[in-house]
């Protein structure tokens, strides 16, 4: 099993910054793909970055390419999104998703745990 706890999230106002912390536990964290997803009001949960176990190979849906960055610290069991010159759209609860393949996914279903979701709102 693996616990996932994120924080970080918040209030900002458009053109902010944020940075999300998830912190994992209960597995070598270095055996895990790791993923960030969001899920607006009546909207599905999406897909918005993914790492790989050892960091060096990353990917981001294509609203967030440019403006957001994922990165992991293997020795702190760590994942981050450093989330750069926000807009109202970016509003969301923000999920950090880990799975047992070392590989990320930008598919949902491909996840095997799932943090509680921290709520960041950016307002115009």
């Known amino acids: 099993q693996v616990q996932l706890v994120e924080s970080g999230g918040g209030l900002v106002q458009a053109g902010g910054s944020l940075r999300l912390s998830c912190a994992a536990s209960?597995?070598?964290?270095?055996?895990?793909?790791m993923g960030w997803f969001r899920q607006a009001p009546g909207k599905e949960r999406g897909f918005v970055a993914g790492?790989?176990?050892?960091?060096?190979?990353?990917y981001y849906a294509d609203s967030v390419k440019g403006r957001f960055t994922i990165s992991r610290d293997n020795a702190k069991n760590t994942v981050y999104l450093q989330m750069n010159s926000l807009k109202p759209e970016d509003t969301a609860v923000y999920y950090c998703?880990?799975?047992?393949?070392?590989?990320?996914?930008?598919?949902?279903?491909?996840?095997?745990?799932w943090g509680q979701g921290t709520q960041v709102t950016v307002s115009s």
């Open positions: 998703a880990a799975r047992e393949r070392g590989l990320y996914s930008d598919y949902a279903t491909a996840y095997d745990y």
């Open positions: 209960g597995r070598t964290f270095t055996s895990l793909g």
């Open positions: 790492i790989n176990r050892s960091g060096v190979s990353t």
